[in-house]
């Protein structure tokens, strides 16, 4: 451990603003739980017969029951409802954040001189910034992940950390940690390639590094490297990593040219990148990967499952934020032919991996080694949020 | 209290979205939402007061924003609170309901 403070745990919100983020928590919990199970069942009890009854066959896809749900009063009242959470979810923390704002670049600043974990921090400020980014605040965030308020900004990537706390904070599996999606990618290849020694590792748009930190616990001996766009995401990830003593090497970097040199890596990862990716970008991105991975290293990429493998309600249900979330790329990304995709990319098709992988943190570790050793992969969907869909290839 | 030397924007870039026919209604959804949360402050902030009396007897506002609930008052507050949510946009349960019992 250093003596340099945890930017990730120096915001202080008052009474009212702690109750303000315990109130969104739950509102949340209420919303995609609660309200949305009502809506499930209003469109099984009737929008689903209804559409069968006129047209002599169920909704073919995501679009359709999207077409058949828009005007009903629940989805209007639950994306209203959801929409506004949302929101609310990064105002909630926004003034904490301010009144800490010069304590936390300090640290911030201290912690990239001082490197006492031994991590690294290089920056970038001429990277190239996707226009999707630039034009529109993703999930709503305010300033989203890239933008600078003043020098060695921290802003949004305290709004980030702190948000996403309150982001989740309500829904019963994703309580116990943060990086839940990498802690449970590395402990399921640890346990399933017990061969596999990796010595160097990236995760691509590591945002804040939540989703960084688990490869390095996993493989302490492992150099473990983040890149994104933000420059403010990765000042507050670099200082939180180095206060908690994990050596993370964070670049501040485009994934679709990040720079490395071919066959450096052993495992390429992401957590929720993609769907913010254009299509063409994604291609050029599973090329870079190939590219840098080390000929036997493994890209495995957490995303939401492609359309192909869920039904046409659940495609309507997670496309949501593509229409609503400032996320426009997301359903085209899950809209892709992913074997066919990863193979014009350079990853065979019989060396594809795709995989759901249950919640390290919330499932028994029996049942969890019973996953990463045995055939059973299908155990749950996505919606409840136990389980996580990976996907990717060997080099 | 330090004078802040940011000021983080509230609206996000992008097109809002709408739900309704009438933006209208959107807006006064978006008000409707932020009062339920200003109430259950009120109600966090009362709660706290009375679980201080009940403790200390004194209490002053110093005490009242330093206040952390412990896990377990946390627990009956979160519960609370979702049950509040539930009761004020029941409306959006009740379609649900009423389909499952007929």
Known sequence: MSNIRN????????????????????????????FAGDMKTIYQKKVE???????????????????????????????????????MTWWSVQPAVERSLDELIQTAKDAKDANPAGGSLELNPDVDVPREITELDVHLMPGCFHTEYTDDD??????????????????????????????????????????????????????????????????????VHGIDVGAPLLRFGHARA???????????ANAAESGYPDNHFDIITSS????????????????????MLKPGGLMLHMELPPADLTDPYYNFYLDWDAFYNNEP?????????????????????????????????????????AVATGDETLRRDHGNGAVWFTFGGWK | MPEKS??????????????????????????????????????????????????????????????????????ERTARRDEYIGRVFNILHQEAEALLDS
Request: net charge positive; proline share 6%; with cysteine.
């Open chain 1, 7 to 34: 930017v990730g745990e120096m915001v202080e919100s008052n009474h009212d603003e702690y109750s303000r983020q315990r109130f969104v928590s739950i509102l949340r919990k209420r919303v995609l739980m609660d």
């Open chain 1, 49 to 87: 017969p209804s559409f069968e009854k006129k047209n002599g066959r169920k909704p073919k896809d995501g679009r359709e029951v999207r077409k058949a749900m828009l005007h009903e009063p629940v989805f209007e009242g639950w994306s209203s409802l959801r929409y506004n959470a949302q929101m």
């Open chain 1, 154 to 223: 921290v802003a949004q990537g305290a709004v980030y950390h702190y948000g996403t706390t309150v982001f989740s904070g309500g829904l019963p599996h994703r309580r116990i940690t943060k990086g839940g999606v990498a802690s449970s990618i590395a402990n399921y290849l640890k346990l399933a390639y017990p061969d596999f020694k990796p010595e160097r590792i990236l995760d691509m748009g590591c945002t804040a590094g939540a989703n960084t930190t688990p490869y390095k616990e996993v493989y302490p001996d492992a150099e």
């Open chain 1, 242 to 252: 180095e206060a908690e003593g994990t050596a993370l090497h964070f670049k501040q």
């Open chain 1, 272 to 291: 929720f990148f993609f769907h913010e990716v254009s299509v063409p970008d994604t291609k050029k991105i599973f090329k870079e990967c190939h590219r």
């Open chain 1, 329 to 369: 790329h997301y359903e085209k990304f899950r809209g892709l032919d992913f074997p066919k995709t990863l193979a014009g990319c350079g990853f065979k098709e019989d060396k594809q991996m795709m995989v759901r992988i249950p919640n390290y943190a919330s499932t028994p570790p029996d049942e969890f080694k």
């Open chain 2, 6 to 75: 940011v000021h983080l924007p509230l609206r996000s870039k992008g097109k809002r979205a709408t739900f309704y026919k009438d933006p209208a209604v959107d807006q006064l959804f978006a008000i409707i939402t932020m009062l339920t949360q200003e109430l259950s402050v009120a109600f966090d902030r009362i709660e706290t007061v009375e679980r201080m009396l009940d403790k200390n007897g004194v209490i002053s506002r110093a005490d009242i924003e330093a206040y952390k609930p412990d896990e377990q008052e946390e627990t």
